[in-house]
């Protein structure tokens, strides 16, 4: 026979799961297949960030050239699925990416295949590393997680 407290831990967990799974399906579009290609992020259906994941040594080079020819104002996101500071930064990252619309947000995972030339490029040597371009110019750098300190860059910068 079941105690009275077992009876009552088991409706709360079975309680907070049906939560759980009708908050998630009214906030996210889960049938958007553009999600597939955003790994660590959720994005909710009227995310108007700009944020691009780059997969390709040439989709870097691009990149960085818009950046350095000043026509776009950017954030470099040196990312890893293995780091657990990128994942809990990610979050942030993808709130000041709504925030800024204006300033294109590219997520570089260091061990996607063909990007190893890019961490170079930049002399990335960690992860989260975060470097914003303004004008053409490399105008800050953040490596690690420093919440503060990006939203204030990222206020600074292209507010």
Same mark, same amino acid.
């Given at each position: ?5 077992? $009876?009552?831990?088991?409706?709360? @967990?079975? +309680? !907070?799961?049906? *939560?759980?799974?009708?908050?998630? /399906? ?5 049938? $958007?297949?553009?999600?597939?290609? @955003?790994? +660590? !992020?959720?994005? *909710?259906?009227?995310?108007?960030? /700009? ?13 960085? +050239? ?23 930064? +990610? ?69």
């Amino acid at each position: 026979m079941k105690s009275q407290w077992s $009876n009552f831990h088991q409706i709360g @967990r079975n +309680s !907070f799961l049906a *939560a759980s799974t009708v908050y998630v /399906s009214n906030e996210f579009n889960f049938l $958007n297949t553009s999600l597939l290609n @955003r790994r +660590s !992020f959720c994005f *909710a259906e009227g995310d108007r960030s /700009s944020f691009v994941v780059l997969k390709s040594e040439a989709e870097f080079n691009s990149a960085l +050239s818009k950046a350095r020819d000043g026509s776009l104002p950017s954030v470099f996101y040196f990312t890893a699925a293995w780091c657990g500071p990128c994942r809990l930064i +990610s979050p942030v990252i993808l709130e000041l990416s709504n925030k800024y619309p204006d300033v294109t947000t590219y997520k570089v995972d260091i061990d996607e295949g063909g990007l190893s030339n890019a961490i170079g490029k930049l002399n990335v040597s960690a992860v989260p590393t975060l470097q914003f371009f303004k004008g053409g110019v490399k105008k800050a750098e953040i490596v690690g997680v420093d919440v503060v300190r990006l939203k204030s860059v990222m206020e600074q910068l292209y507010k």
